[in-house]
């Protein structure tokens, strides 16, 4: 005898087939605002990985630029002379190493003979008076001295302590006898100025810290002799 399936049955199985088909379409969108919400996530991390990227190349680029036009700069200022500088010849200038005192021809002194041990000139700044003997051997070495006397204003003052504390190779120290405000020193070489800020300063450094007029380039800054 054959089976036969009600109504409500049939009614059910329809309910089941129809819930299963929505189940199903609710899988589908899903998965398709998963895969969409990936791809969305992954493209702008790729994208913000792309940006640092050539962002840090950028930086790069910008850095080595300005690395290329300090260089640049600094070369110029090298092959222009100081305007104003006295210029001595160095082979007029002692070299010797003595122990008893030395009179220079001019002060501060920019050459001559000179007590064995140098004055520390690893952007020292002293705060009183220093031997000549020894900061003359600091030239020798390729320092560069930075003297004044009581005409400075105490801003600038501070200013070239402040530069000559970052840069290797230099020293500060007060002179009441000099002539001039302020007055910058190497072997052979030597600038008057009576302010900080004159552009004369800079390129005063970037000339003689450790210029061609070096006797002795190279040489230790350090590990001489220093402020008591």
């Known amino acids: 005898m054959a089976s036969r399936t009600s109504p409500d049955s049939n009614s059910r199985q329809a309910r089941i087939a129809e819930m299963r088909r929505a189940e199903q379409s609710r899988e589908r969108r899903n998965k398709a605002v998963v895969i969409t919400a ?13 940006w640092v990227m050539i962002d840090k190349k950028e930086k790069k680029d910008a850095a080595a630029a300005a690395v290329r036009k300090a260089e640049a700069a600094a070369a110029e200022a090298r092959k222009t002379p100081v305007t104003g500088e006295q210029t001595w010849d160095a082979k007029t200038l002692g070299r010797n190493h003595v122990e008893t005192p030395v009179k220079y021809p001019m002060n501060p002194p920019v050459g001559g003979d000179h ?17 000549e003997v020894n900061a003359v051997h600091s ?42 405000t302020i007055m910058l020193s190497a072997w052979g070489k030597q600038l008057t100025v009576d302010k900080a800020d004159d552009p004369r300063v800079a390129q005063f450094f970037t000339k003689y810290v450790q210029g061609p007029q070096t006797p002795e380039p190279g040489a230790a800054c350090t590990n001489g002799l220093a402020e008591k």
């Open 38 to 50: 990936s791809v969305a996530v992954v493209a702008a991390l790729v994208g913000f990985g792309a």
């Open 115 to 131: 007590n064995p041990r140098w004055m520390n000139c690893n952007g020292d700044v002293y705060k009183n008076a220093i031997p």
């Open 139 to 180: 030239l020798e070495h390729g320092a560069v001295w930075v003297t004044y006397n009581e005409k400075a204003a105490k801003g600038d003052v501070d200013a070239l302590a402040g530069k000559v504390a970052k840069t290797p190779y230099t020293l500060m120290s007060p002179d009441k006898e000099q002539a001039g």
